[in-house]
């Protein structure tokens, strides 16, 4: 194996303290072989794009269950553009109703995984996607 | 969401059933089994209303009085959840509980910028006394009792109550509230924590404390195993950790010199009922039995009354799955069905659409009518426990109680809760089950209809709550006003004396009371605490 070993950064953006399934994933994309770095709770946007750079993440994957996706993945974006580090992709997951999934890859989500979705898929898509990448 | 782990010969017939808590099922119990466990009917039973109270608190159950519904309920505007409010209690609802935005829960105004977004989402914004004001209006506050589910700040949600009660004419002595106030559950799962361990404990005591004398009625804590469960918890853990963490709160009150049978009594319970329905019960009887052992011989409760585990049996949010949602409506009636053939005196279910959005009138109206159906159409209420004496079930509940305590040990040769607590032994030891849960799922180990058998192809769409923004904009501009017409002087002369409570480690609740009356906000009164005590640090994950 030659490939670089995937960074990902999991955060909980906002005051929302529900964190099973960022604790889930963080488990799951470790144990896939994946270097992860869990936020912890009540994380602003600034907190966690600083995170992402000092951490020199591939990766940032927000959790978020209180159906403010669309706001927080804007504001992401934006801190982003201003960071200049849009290179990093994010993906979302959580309570997401699938008439919005389609919205947030417009605002630029690499990768949507609402409440439900196998760990195994999740892991396989960040895995292509990296190699695409 | 999972149940058991079945184990399975090649011809598909079941050879072992593993529950949550690690116990194997027999196919057949018979008086053997009593034998076997040294099952004592006077010591392990007694009948309901008696020492240890397995069979249930009151010597007739649901013959001298139903259970009280409580559906979750709250959100956008006061207005709103006022609206919401009286809907479901002319729907036969008989009792509240209110749902808090998540700025609200963590002590910001909506108009700080950690709000954006939130204001109103998940729950009532709440800023000042006027939003109770209106949340509160024409409900007549000395019939119906009032859950504030909220826990950080629920110090200042009480006063808040008391403040209303007043306005509207209410004696403190006759509102009955009962805030969720169980900060420690909080930082094992759902994580709306705000301060370090000890001031936090520290605020739930002075709650304890005041409503003793000013609100008797008061059920100051509601000890939320529920969440821990929620997140991950075996059911054995979920009441392991709870009776503990409710210990916590006894030694707090304790240490300030109070008997216990002064207080102890107007402590409640939220458990869940999601999992094994045999498991399920089993651990409701079995958690009666040892909470009344747990006060009785650890503590020297005297009077009887005190030593009853009193609860709100429920929810279930954990079972329902996105997938196939109208099925979450025969999962509810299920769960209902745990929780009345396990005694609960108090019961609430998250609606179908809860794995999606907050509950549309129409689901919550649905969950409601599932409970009512139990009691008036089913035959609840006919006799008190009605599976005691099943060889099955007395021998389950002795297993659980031995599992329960071996949970227990284990934390107390960890160093006990608070330690268990702050050094994230227990958060790891929950994310990592969760974690297995999510496996067993994908491997088909564990079975869930709609997710990983019977599966239909597409997802189901159901109705969603939509946020209003407007009624966000509004709720801020409310604020803005209230601040403007408010004294102003009132406000700094209160806070500064809440500053001078909390420095001196004074009961903040006297002090609470008087600053909601001069309309000081949420976020003006959690400032002084935050200044005071600092936040909790989160202990790290891996």
């Known amino acids: ?133 | 969401m999972a149940v058991a782990r079945y184990i399975k010969d090649e011809k598909d017939r079941i050879t072992d059933v593993i529950l949550e808590s690690g116990i194997h099922v027999k196919p057949l119990y018979t008086p053997e089994d009593l034998n076997r466990t040294g099952f004592d009917y006077e010591k392990d039973l007694a009948d309901p209303g008696q020492y240890p109270y397995t069979r249930g608190i009151h010597p007739l159950g649901y013959r001298s009085r139903a259970w009280t519904t409580r559906q979750y309920t709250g959100f956008g505007s006061p207005e709103e959840t006022n609206e919401r409010f009286k809907l479901m209690i002319s729907h036969g609802q008989t009792g509240l509980n209110v749902a808090f935005d998540l700025p609200t829960q963590m002590g910001y105004d909506s108009d700080n910028s950690m709000s954006e977004g939130e204001v109103g989402r998940v729950g009532m914004a709440v800023d000042t006394l006027r939003d109770f004001e209106i949340a509160f209006k024409d409900i007549k506050l000395d019939k119906i009792g009032a859950g504030l589910t909220i826990n950080a700040v629920a110090s200042i949600m009480l006063a808040m109550y008391q403040a209303t009660g007043e306005k509207y004419g209410y004696e403190p002595s006759v509102i009955s509230a009962t805030p969720q106030n169980d900060i420690l559950k909080e930082m094992v799962g759902r994580g709306a924590w705000i301060f370090p361990v000890e001031p936090a404990v520290k605020l739930i005591g002075d709650t304890i404390e005041y409503a003793m004398t000013v609100m008797p009625h008061t059920n100051p804590v509601s000890v939320c195993g529920y969440h821990i469960r929620e997140s991950g918890a075996t059911p054995a853990q979920e009441i392991a950790y709870a009776i503990m963490i409710a210990n916590v709160y006894i030694d707090n009150v304790l240490a300030r010199g109070y008997d216990i049978d002064a207080f102890v009594g107007r402590f409640s319970f939220n458990l869940n009922v999601f999992g094994d329905m045999w498991e399920q019960i089993a651990k409701f009887r079995a958690a009666r039995k040892l909470w009344a052992r747990n006060l009785k011989e650890k503590y020297n409760v005297k009077n009887p009354q005190n030593l009853f585990l009193r609860g709100l049996f429920g929810g279930g949010g954990y079972g329902l799955t996105k997938a196939q949602p109208e099925n979450n409506i025969m999962r509810g009636a299920y769960y209902a069905l745990v929780a009345a053939l396990s005694g609960a005196q108090t019961t609430a279910l998250c609606s179908y659409d809860e794995a999606y959005t907050i509950p549309t009138p129409h689901s919550a109206l649905l969950s409601l009518r599932t409970l009512q159906l139990l009691m008036d159409e089913m035959g609840l209420r006919d006799t008190v426990d009605p599976l005691a004496g099943s060889y099955f079930i007395e021998t389950l509940t002795k297993e659980m109680e031995q599992k329960i305590e071996e949970e227990m040990e284990k934390i107390e040769k960890n160093g006990g809760m608070i330690k268990a607590v702050s050094n994230g032994y227990i958060q790891r030891l929950v994310a990592r089950q969760a974690y297995e849960v999510e496996k067993g799922l994908e491997t088909g180990e564990l079975l869930k209809v709609g997710v990983n058998i019977y599966k239909e192809g597409e997802l189901q769409e159901v109705e969603l709550h939509e946020y209003n923004c407007e009624s966000a904009e509004k709720q801020i501009e409310d604020l803005k006003t209230v601040k403007r017409q408010r004294s102003q002087s009132d406000v700094a002369r209160t806070l500064k004396e809440l500053e001078t409570a909390t420095k001196e480690g004074k009961n903040v609740m006297p002090c609470l009371v008087e600053c909601c009356k001069a309309y000081a906000t949420v976020g003006e009164m959690t400032d002084i605490f935050r200044q005071e005590f600092g936040e909790f640090q989160e202990p790290a994950l891996f």
């Open chain 1, 1 to 133: 194996m030659d490939e670089k070993r995937i960074k990902i950064l999991i955060a909980k953006p906002g005051l929302d303290g529900h964190d099973r399934g960022a604790k889930v994933i963080s488990y799951a994309l470790k144990e896939a072989g994946m270097e992860v770095i869990y936020s912890g709770l009540h994380k602003s946007i600034g907190q966690i794009v600083r995170i992402a750079i000092q951490e020199d993440v591939d990766i940032i994957g927000l959790s978020i269950m209180t159906g403010a996706h669309i706001p927080i993945v804007e504001k992401m974006m934006k801190k982003m553009q201003k960071e200049d580090v849009l290179d990093k992709a994010v993906f979302v997951g959580g309570v997401i109703p699938a008439k919005d999934i389609l919205k947030l890859r417009d605002l630029g989500v690499a990768g949507v995984f609402p409440g439900g979705t196998p760990l195994s898929e999740t892991i396989e898509f960040i895995k292509t996607y990296m190699k695409k990448a």
